[in-house]
């Protein structure tokens, strides 16, 4: 039946009525029945994308951040690749995620927001190439809108190299945001290795000097990023205070993630927390 229909459609109306087409057209029904419901702000290849999600909550997901930080069509095909709704569930709840996403809730802590891992493989930088930290730095500038769109939502830029006097020595910190969401300076120390004990203090340091020296009263407590190629989360948990909330180390890569390497992620920290 579909058949014949698409043939008479396509004589009286042209190629856009072609059996592909149609069952596309059926799908966009069953998934959005209500046209009230329809975002305006939507396109149609918009629409193509996210009827090719089958879980509702992932749909639900997608459909809120998409609208929340109006992203192109082409920008919500890249986190649906990047599996960014996985990457979010590996350390929070299901209906967090999806409150933060809708605006039902404003996010309380650093995690409803950033990544861990993070996926940065629109910086163009080869995988199996050795680079510098200063070449990784230049690189997320260059592309530092595709950047703070990984970061998360509420971030703008604020300095790169922040230079910091302390008691006469100086240190440059790689690069620090503002989140209003959070109300709080995010600095981001770069590691092109896996990270030490050493690493993580140093960026405690950073986020004392700006809570100490940068932060106004009515502001909540600076938020350090470790960015590193490889970590060692026991030893991260234990260089840290028990009750940490503010330093995040957080595993880059340079390509998309595919399912299997999120449900071997999932799996790694539930024995991690047993």
Known sequence: MI?????????????????????????FYRKFPITSALRTQFHWTHYKLLISIPSQDKRI???????????????????INSQLFERLLLSNDIQDVLAVAQQRKIPEKPTEIIKDPMVLEFLGLK???SYYEKDF?????????????????????????????IDGDEFFIDLVFYNRLLQCFVVIEIKN???????????????????RFEKQETENSTIGILLCTDKNDTMVKISLPKNNKTIIASKYQL??????????????RINKDR
């Open 255 to 268: 390509y998309l993630p595919t399912e299997e390497q999120l449900i071997n992620e999932v799996l790694k």
């Open 61 to 79: 997901f997608y459909i809120g951040e998409a609208e929340k930080n109006n992203w192109s069509a082409r920008q919500l095909e890249r986190q």
């Open 3 to 27: 058949k014949s229909l698409s043939k008479e459609l396509q004589s009286e109306l042209g190629s856009g009525f072609s059996i592909r087409q149609l069952e596309r057209y059926r799908q």
């Open 127 to 129: 995988r199996e190439s």
């Open 137 to 165: 730095e230049t690189a997320i500038i260059t592309h530092l809108q595709d950047f703070i769109l990984e970061l998360g939502n509420g971030f703008s830029f604020v300095a790169r190299q922040k230079r910091i006097h």
């Open 193 to 211: 290795k896996k990270i030490t004990h050493q690493d993580l203090g140093q960026l405690q340091m950073y986020v004392n000097y700006y809570d």
